[in-house]
């Protein structure tokens, strides 16, 4: 073990010593003295645990610490003692790796680096390049020099990170002056594959970046585009199968390594940012643009006056390994085939779910979550699976619900719509996720092996949920939500009685689905239309605001009567509102204790629950309500009085004072 001490002098002159753990008569001590030779690198350590990341070599350990911070993706190393030490240090552990070099502005820092470069034959390096120092600087000028010129804002930090990337390839020599890499059996030449071979292989690419510095490259596939996020394993996939297609076969690690470094630096410190999206993107003021998502990157373009299939959109979808195609739509079809698919009760449902399903291709949150629930039979994960596949078609249609919030993210940033299949009951945090993602809450993570790193997930999602039972027991979600019950399919369709959940169900529908996905693209454009034209507002106070405005748009679209769209959300809402209040402990208390007409009650939770307890007739019931806490009591009155007070109910809590009240009234009427 050496420590390297650095004792700065008057004059800027400095002394460099080495502090060694010796071992001397059977005794360890420490001692000002250089290690035997031959003398390990700087960072050896961060060397051997990143194999494959390209390597920076500079003079000095305060150079080496500074450019270490500049360029993270490289391990960055020195030499100890010196630029007259350079062939007394083991240079072994960067075979096979692509090294850069960073010589100081002197003639003796050149002469140190043309030192390194002999020693680098004999250990089958990959590829070395060195920096092209600026005109600019100062006698001795070194990457630390760097680093405080970008501190002190007279050097541009990008200026800076571009030597790195503009490197130029060496020849390296050993000392016979033969390149090693270059001469075959029996003294052949041979000229090797290079950094800039394969650099040249990769071809004219669009390098870009998102608003969070994620570098992403567009290239060409199939007779389209394709978005790749530089860091993501599909890229390396891409890149080795680029060279091979150029001749030159897969690259090494440590050259795919050093190409992916480049390429990274170019698109955040080169590239122009863009706007990344999943699946849907663009405005209903003007265009949408959903994604086909098929390697030819086609896409649906939709306005007020029509909608066509287009080859490259304008704008930068993502893709997620897991994301299945959407077909393409046949202009001669109609959504009145939808309903030969689906089975609800009523038509106000299917008007429901048709809303649903536009809604969720617009690109603008807020999103519902729709709840399918009915009898064994009814066909919910079919019909949830048939609605996906108009939507975001998936290689996993229906998923379960997770179990932490871990899960969820992962659900989420692979996915555009969310199915959760046969749910039997909701827990409170994945409730308030699906909230938060029908209003647009993003996901923030720690990045794995990070412990600042964040990966950011934005939210905006819409939802679908299937069960035997109440989904929407929670006040907060029924507003967010659209519950539509189902029927078995044999009354409805019986000719399918013999087909439902085979492949024959699902060869006819493939058949339909094109023509079904047509009707849908049309209905969406007239849709966009009536939107644009100012479609009046329902006088409903909507949870979800710009549900009630689109939905008004699709009636326009469809031809519905007036105010229907808006009839049978209120229904909807009622039914919610009644699945939240049955599900609530304290509700059933609330109606007995508090008669229609009656006077308003005012007081804390503890005396709410003492005037419960003395109403309850049963001994085991009495007892278990005696025994919650008053918060307990206090929370699931601010859960269900949102419904409540919609429901023509007063209740709330004073904001201020010491006792904070609540205050309850019931309605004046039934009505």
């Known amino acids: 073990m050496m420590y390297v001490c650095r004792f700065n002098k008057k004059g800027g002159e400095k002394d460099i010593l080495p502090l060694t753990f010796c071992s001397r008569n059977d005794r360890f001590e420490w001692r000002w003295k250089g290690l035997l030779t031959p003398r390990p690198l700087y960072n050896l350590d961060h060397l051997y645990a990143r194999r494959n990341a390209p390597v920076l070599i ?9 450019a270490a911070k500049l360029y993270p993706d490289f391990v960055v190393t020195t030499w100890p003692h010196g630029g007259k030490a350079v062939n007394k240090s083991d240079w072994g552990p960067l075979a096979r790796r692509n090294v850069i070099l960073w010589p100081d502005a002197d003639t003796p820092g050149h002469d140190a680096m043309k030192d390194v470069a002999r020693c680098l034959p004999g250990i089958a390096i990959a590829s070395v390049r060195q920096v092209t120092l600026p005109q600019d600087v100062p006698e001795k000028w070194d990457v630390a020099d760097a680093a405080e010129e970008i501190k002190a804002g ?3 930090l990008d200026a800076v990170l571009s030597l790195v990337v503009n490197a130029s390839e060496q020849n390296v020599t050993d000392d016979t002056g ?16 290079s950094y800039d071979d394969y650099l040249r292989a990769v071809g004219d690419i669009e390098l870009w970046h998102t608003s969070t510095k994620e570098a992403w490259a567009t290239v060409a596939s199939g007779a389209g585009l394709r978005n790749f996020r530089i860091d993501d394993p599909s ?33 955040i410190h080169e590239g122009p940012e863009h706007k990344l999206y999943l699946r849907v993107a663009g405005s209903l003021d003007s265009t949408v643009y959903i994604d086909l998502g098929r390697d030819d990157g086609k896409a649906v373009e939709i306005n007020s ?13 993502r893709r997620t390994a897991i994301m299945n195609p959407l077909p393409d739509p046949d202009a001669e079809g109609s959504v009145d085939e939808l309903w030969s698919w689906i089975n609800c009760k009523s038509d106000d449902d299917n008007m429901l779910i048709l809303v649903f399903i536009l809604k969720a291709v617009t690109p603008k949150h807020p999103y519902p979550v729709l709840a399918l629930s009915g009898s064994p039979g009814a066909s919910k994960s079919v019909t949830s699976q048939i609605i996906r596949r108009f939507i975001d078609p998936n290689e996993i249609p229906l998923v379960a619900a997770p179990d932490r919030a871990g899960d969820f993210a992962a659900v989420l940033e692979n996915s555009h719509l969310l199915v959760f299949d046969n749910i039997e009951k909701i827990p409170v945090w994945l409730s308030n996720s699906l909230c938060g993602m029908a209003t647009g809450a993003g996901v923030v993570q720690r990045r794995l092996h990070s412990n600042t790193e964040l990966t950011l997930i934005k939210g905006g999602r819409p939802s679908i949920l299937n069960g035997i039972g109440d989904l929407m027991t929670r006040g907060d979600l029924a507003d967010r939500g659209i519950i539509v019950n189902l029927e078995p399919p044999p009354r409805r369709r019986p000719e399918y009685l013999k087909t ?4 024959a169900f699902w060869d006819e529908f493939e058949v339909a689905q094109p023509r079904i ?17 100012g479609v009046k507002a329902p006088g409903e106070d909507f949870r979800l605001g710009d549900l009630g405005v689109w939905g008004e748009a699709v009636s326009v679209a469809m031809g519905w009567p007036a105010g229907a769209f808006e009839a049978a959300y209120i229904e909807n809402r009622r039914v919610s509102a009644d699945v939240a209040l049955e599900d609530s402990f304290i509700w059933k208390h609330l109606e007995a204790l508090f008669p229609v007409g009656g006077k308003k009650w005012s007081g804390s939770a503890t005396e709410l629950q003492e005037k419960v307890v003395l109403q309850i007739d049963s001994t085991s019931a009495r007892k278990k309500f005696e025994t919650l806490k008053p918060s307990v009591i206090g929370t699931e009155l601010k859960r269900i009085m949102g419904v409540l007070n919609k429901a023509g109910w007063e209740i709330y809590k004073d904001r201020k004072g010491k006792d904070r009240a609540w205050h309850i009234t019931a309605p004046e009427s039934e009505d």
């Open 58 to 66: 500079v003079e000095g350990e305060k150079a080496a610490d500074a």
């Open 154 to 156: 007279t050097r541009e």
């Open 178 to 193: 033969t390149n090693e890499a270059d001469t075959g059996k029996g003294g052949n030449k041979r000229r090797g594959k």
């Open 235 to 267: 890229f390396a996939t891409w890149l080795d199968f680029s060279c091979y297609r150029n001749g030159l076969g897969v690259p090494s690690r440590e050259m795919r390594s050093s190409l992916i470094a480049t390429i990274k630096a170019r698109a």
């Open 305 to 317: 006056n029509g909608w066509r299939v287009i080859g490259c959109p304008p704008v930068k979808f």
């Open 500 to 503: 439902n959940d085979t492949p």
């Open 517 to 533: 996905f047509g009707g849908l693209c049309g209905v969406f454009s007239a849709a966009m239309k009536a939107y644009n034209d």
